[in-house]
């Protein structure tokens, strides 16, 4: 079979071990799964009631259009209806942008390293990838804008970036965006927004009427904890939206996510607890590397990137034999450190403490 020639080769999506997989391999009664930036609290109570309900009407399609769950987010947001296009996570926006806007001919711009599918997606459509080295661990805007030239279509600012965890802030966004072309869309993904403390954090709304090319990306899958039922979305301008719409696929959201989704949005106490625990849980991962002189990056998203000093896969492994997954920095562009996703405070203490027997092993070794 003939397939386009940048697939030759590819490698798909390595989502974290799964849970029942590695307590079936080593014989472990009890894994914890700190790789996958996941909520460990779970979704609103509310949301759980929605999705239930909304499993009662499974034979019926969902509305392709998503108003119900579109009207709730435009006044969430304070935007139109109209500016909004939704997508099986925000990875399913990624890809109508790509295939949209992208082509042989053309080339798009980011950091490296960041969210994985910016590039995939660039490849899969022939796109010309332009990647620029993280500076300190945060995106180096101005090498980004020399980057650019006549054939650029899209810039992807990761925002907290993914996997170092670290942000833009508003006057270096603002300046950014100044100075991109106008015909050049600049993507914010904020899929970790919902967990932001910093001050400085540019408010991206308040640019839309001013700035047509950009694009703003939100999910329910991280902060909200509806991982596992897909729905997230762009917000733009209208004319943005309207061109993209016809390529989103129909009833692309399910029925139980918009229901789930708008549940969610509603129990705004829950989100800021998840926000308050995730806090302490960072406290938790700072106080560590401080008192063990690991480095780190202060993170405004639910991870945390250790730099341990000892090769990420060796960790991973010696880390996964006592019931932790995380994510090995060497296939993140950081071969000496490790992802880790806040858990809850009993799964920090437990981590924390195989993370200490492990350094003591290996540096004693």
């Known amino acids: 079979m003939k397939v386009k020639k940048q697939l030759l080769g590819m490698e798909p999506y390595q989502p974290g071990k799964p849970i029942e997989e590695v307590q079936k391999e080593l014989g472990l009664s009890e894994v914890h799964k700190l790789a996958s930036n996941e909520n460990p609290y779970g979704p609103s109570p509310q949301a ?17 259009y998503a108003a119900e769950v579109r009207t709730a987010v435009a006044a969430h947001l304070n935007v139109r209806p109209e500016q909004l296009l939704f997508g099986a996570g925000s990875d399913e926006v990624i890809l109508m942008l790509c295939r949209a806007m992208l082509g042989p001919e053309t080339n798009t711009v980011m950091a490296t390293p960041s969210f994985s599918q910016y590039k995939h997606n660039a490849v899969v459509e022939g796109a010309e990838i332009r990647e620029v080295p993280l500076k300190d661990g945060a995106h180096d805007l101005e090498s980004m804008l020399e980057k650019i030239d006549e054939n650029t279509r899209i810039v992807w600012v990761c925002n907290p970036n993914n996997p170092s965890g670290t942000y833009t802030t508003r006057d270096e966004f603002e300046l950014f965006l100044k100075r991109v072309p ?30 047509d090319n950009l694009m703003i990306l939100r999910t329910f899958s991280k902060a909200y904890g509806l991982a596992s039922l897909r729905i997230g979305y762009g917000v733009g301008a209208e004319d943005l939206i309207a061109l993209l719409d016809p390529i989103r696929p129909p009833f692309n959201t399910s029925t139980a996510a918009q229901a789930a989704a708008i549940a969610a949005l509603g129990d705004q106490a829950h989100l800021e607890e998840c926000r308050e625990k995730n806090n302490q849980g960072l406290k938790q991962f700072e106080d560590f590397c401080k008192k063990h002189d690991l480095s780190f990056l202060p993170s405004q998203t639910n991870f945390m990137l250790m730099e341990t000093g000892i090769l990420g896969n060796v960790m991973f492994d010696a880390l996964l034999k006592k019931g932790f997954i995380v994510r090995s920095g060497e296939a993140l562009g950081f071969p000496r450190a490790i992802r880790v996703t806040v858990g809850t405070d009993r799964q920090n203490q437990l981590f924390l403490k195989a993370l200490e027997e492990c350094l003591a092993e290996h540096r004693a070794n």
Do not use: F, H, R
């Open 182 to 211: 106008d015909d050049v869309l600049v993507v914010s993904d904020e899929a970790y927004k919902e967990y932001v403390t910093a001050e400085d954090y540019p408010d991206t709304l308040s640019y839309l009427d001013d700035y």
């Open 48 to 64: 759980i009631d929605a999705m239930k309900q909304a499993a009662a009407q499974a034979e019926i399609y969902p509305d392709g």
